[in-house]
């Protein structure tokens, strides 16, 4: 057949009255084209191919870097009034107490202990926390450690000294004895502060505070 078509194109008058050649090639090439077979392809054979191609799996690395969080809170030791003679060099010079909730007293000077020196210390004998006395004197009496009293103004001396003593209603005191007489307290809850000195007034860095009772004295008929 496509013998006969390229024979009947050659007949054609326009072949032989020497019509263009490249038109009358390209005829030629169309009568000898072949019908191109395309197969019968199922859609739902090659879906169920394609569903059923294992899917690859592909390991996620965890890139997190671990941080480790560490503590680095400073401890701070509680100070009270009880132990600012065990405070540790270097860690606290100034010590703030209050004669009462809102008088407060000056900073407390800490100085550093000589080496081969204790910090002396105090204690109330008399009055003691709570105590209630009854009028507006009464006689404060300290226990001295590690002290010895000394004169105002002499050379300095470590462990020699004097007390300053405080009253709610009164001014600064000097306190040459392990004794002393108070006068003028008012009715109700006093505080006595008590801080231990050298010769020049510096302190030794120990200051105790107690709240006392006065009570009003009824005169007798």
Known sequence: M??????????????????NRWVFLLLILVACQKPMHVPNVDPEVVADAVNKT????????????ATKTTNTTPVVKNVTRTNVSDLIKGI????????????????????EIPEGEVR?????????????????????????????IGRMGENVTWGEGHFHVRTQNSSLIEMERSTKTLRGLQPGEQYITVEMVMNNHSSYGVRKRIKIEAQTVTAKR
Do not use: C, H, W
């Open 2 to 19: 496509a013998q006969a078509s390229k024979e009947s194109l050659l007949s054609y008058p326009f072949a032989r009255s020497g019509m």
């Open 54 to 65: 294992p899917a690859e799996t592909i390991p996620v690395l965890n890139t997190t870097n």
């Open 92 to 111: 606290e010079n100034k010590l703030n107490l209050t004669v009462n909730e809102t008088e407060p007293e000056e900073p407390l000077d800490i100085p």
């Open 120 to 148: 002396p210390d105090f204690e109330f004998k008399y009055p003691q926390e709570g105590t209630r006395v009854k009028g507006e004197v009464v006689s404060l009496t300290l226990r001295i450690l590690n002290f010895t």
